[in-house]
């Protein structure tokens, strides 16, 4: 099995930054493009960045230029630090990793980070 883990949520002030990590563990033997997604109160989930193996990033038009998503392959880690956070992006913020185990392949999803931004 595979497990997806976030961490780093939290409140912040408008303009302040925080930076959201997510773990993949278990029965893991490759993971391709990893992204993030966020789902606003009562609204639908939206993806908000894809970043592939090889680092090749996108980003979805509203947090480009204030969010910036990393991993690190050696950890099975991505990560996505928020800058000039905006009342706009409060959401539960939630990963998601193409995974290769040993038996198939599949999209796996973590449980979701809350992030509160304040006015």
């Known amino acids: 099995q595979v497990q997806l883990v976030e961490s780093g949520g939290g409140l912040v002030q408008a303009g302040g930054s925080l930076r959201l990590s997510c773990a993949a563990s278990?029965?893991?033997?490759?993971?391709?493009?990893m992204g993030w997604y966020r789902q606003a109160p009562g609204k639908q989930r939206e993806w908000v960045a894809t970043?592939?193996?090889?680092?090749?990033?996108n980003y979805t038009d509203p947090v480009k230029g204030r969010f910036t998503a990393s991993r690190d392959n050696a950890k099975n880690t991505v990560y996505l630090q928020m800058d000039s956070l905006e009342p706009e992006d409060t959401a539960v913020y939630y990963c998601?990793?193409?995974?290769?185990?040993?038996?198939?392949?599949?999209?796996?999803w973590g449980k979701g980070a809350l992030v509160t931004v304040s006015s």
């Open positions: 970043i592939r193996s090889g680092g090749r990033t």
């Open positions: 278990g029965s893991i033997y490759k993971i391709g493009a």
């Open positions: 998601k990793a193409e995974v290769t185990d040993l038996f198939s392949g599949g999209d796996y």
